[in-house]
């Protein structure tokens, strides 16, 4: 009789009567009677094995234990009636084993690997390689790979190169700490590890590729948090001769694609809005737009108010914004009172809230409500009997940013955002400058290789901060999955947006020289954009933090549990990078 090796997913009843091998981890060990049965796991399933006290390998089986790995040889059969597995896609047959060969043993694992259920985070990424056995974390590193092999057959067709970039380039400021490499050939130099290939996929461009794309992983120092890695991966994108209609239209039907075949979705046409209607409406600029709920802004309610928190705010130049709350008015005013130092977490200042309950309206400031001004912010929201509505007085982008958040906070409280619904968007016209949060200075919304939208150039001088960007950024249930931008191509411009930023000609050069010099060689007008990777699976896969479908993720204090980094190095290999430590500072009695 020949023998076949069999995946432990493979075995069907048509194999009954067939001498198998298989291979694999313990999943599962029973002992019912004399008989020892034995779920036998690898990558592609589960097969039971049945060790009988007839055969020689019996006796080692008494001693197996989950995790041990196995090879072992034996004939297919059917399971007797009531004994049949539906759960498993071998459940109908099992293998009764004659010959058992114990490859490895192992220690008794820190945490079940048969199931998912809850352990701590840490314990996890420290036996990483165990957590990476459990059925969730296969399933969704596998459909990872699916979807990146979705995108690179996309890009294929499309007629895109993968062009690899280096690892170790210049450090030049992209909006995060560089990640620096000390060189060991020249003393007090660096090299810096990539926050993104920017520069060298437009340099791509100029070089004539016409198309290029790369599955890129990048580095970025920068605090963490859920959806943020020090190393990411990203699907990088740039076109040459293209208009942003173009990039648009062909990074919204490489998701299309990539939905279809990986998940057997069909998406809708993604929606469309600018940046002045998403703040407008959603608050935000990475909206969720699986549900409705639009903000309402209602200075002209409360125009000639004398609550002083809303007349202050207008006074101010600031702005009051409405949100529905569906069903509210069945919260409590402890409810409200969370309500409200949640919004205060968010940012704000507070929180305004009206009950439009059955046995009369309610609200935080119902002595300074007049009937009127109820009914208009009722109308403003659309708000029904029964509904609530919450009220943020701030300045405008707060009190906008405060009631979007506020909102994804209703949505979810009211079971708005179904994991299973894939809402895309696009959000185009950003302002080109923003205040940057550190520095308090303007600083690119984007980068500084984005182009000003068309007409824009005008203001550059006189108005900056009015300055709109050829600029968009693709949008998934509520997250940033990538941005993206028609790109600078003419050096003299390069150079003035450089100037606007306040660099100096020999910061220029220092930084950028080698990139506008490139520019002066005949560059291609071009533009491309970046989907994070991580997010895209992270959301496909139904999970809420990107560690989830990452194969070796740090964790949230940037470390490596398993590998123990970063980590000392010995003092000779700090010598040979010409580097020494830093005496430590003394201790504080």
Known sequence: MTRDRLSCGALRAADAG????????????????????????DH???TQVVFDPAHPSFAEAEHLRNEDVLRVRGTVRTRPAGTENPRLATGDVEAAIEELEILNRSLVPPFQVNADEAVDENLRLEYRYLDLRRPRMQENIRLRHRIIKAMRDFCDERGFVEIETPMLIKSTPEGARDYLVPSRLYPGSFYALPQSPQMLKQISMIAGFGRYMQIARCMRDEDQRADRQPEFTQLDVEMSFCTQEEVLETMESCMRYVWQTVLGIELSPFARLTHRE?????????????????LANVDAVFAATEFVVFKSAIESGGSIVALRYPGGAALSRRDFDNLTEIAKQFGGKGMVWISLAPDGMKSSAAKFLADADVAAVTAAVEAEPGDAILLFADAVPLAHAVAGKMRNEVGERCRLRDPQTFAFGWVTGFPYLEIDEESGKPAPAHHAFTAPAPGDWALIDRAPMEMRAQHYDLVLNGWELGSGSIRIHKPEEQRRIFEMLGLSADQIEERFGFFVRALEYGAPPHGGMALGIDRIVMIACGEENIREVIAFPKNQGARDLMMDAPSSVPDQLMADLHLRRAPESPSRG
């Open 18 to 41: 067939k001498m198998v091998e298989l291979c694999g981890w313990i999943n599962r060990r029973r002992d019912h009677g004399g008989l020892i049965f034995v779920d036998l796991r």
């Open 44 to 46: 592609e399933g589960v």
């Open 278 to 294: 998403a703040i407008a409406k959603y608050g935000l600029d990475k909206p969720d737009l699986r549900f409705g709920l639009e």
